[in-house]
Nanobody, 119 residues
Framework: QVRLAESGGGSVQNGGSLRLACAASGLTFRDRCTAWFRRAPGKEREDVATIDLGGRTIYAEFVKGRFTISKDNDASTLFLQMNSLKSEDTATYYC?????????????WGQGTQVTVSS
């Protein structure tokens, strides 16, 4: 059974940092697209950062230069390093993974971890 479990969320002040982790069981992140999404109350879900099949990282404009997506060597954990956090980054953050070699949809999702940034 596939399971993705996020951790690392919490409450920080403006300018602070958090590191989110997404631990996978039942699959590895090798040969898949992987991503972090977020959803703030009353807003649509947003794509925050992606690692594509070629290992290229892609970031939403609103996090470029502040967030870094990465995977560990055995491809079982996905990370999101978040620096210079702003109040508008407050949201529930979700990790997601596609099927192997097929990035047309994100099939697997975690339950989410809450990030709250206060001024």
């Amino acid at each position: 059974q596939v399971r993705l479990a996020e951790s690392g969320g919490g409450s920080v002040q403006n300018g602070g940092s958090l590191r989110l982790a997404c631990a996978a069981s039942g699959l590895t992140f090798r040969d898949r697209c992987t991503a972090w999404f977020r959803r703030a109350p009353g807003k649509e879900r947003e794509d925050v950062a992606t690692i594509d099949l070629g290992g290229r990282t892609i970031y939403a404009e609103f996090v470029k230069g502040r967030f870094t997506i990465s995977k560990d060597n055995d491809a079982s954990t996905l990370f999101l390093q978040m620096n210079s956090l702003k109040s508008e980054d407050t949201a529930t953050y979700y990790c997601a993974a596609s099927l192997s070699f097929d990035c047309t949809e994100y099939r697997y999702w975690g339950q989410g971890t809450q990030v709250t940034v206060s001024s």
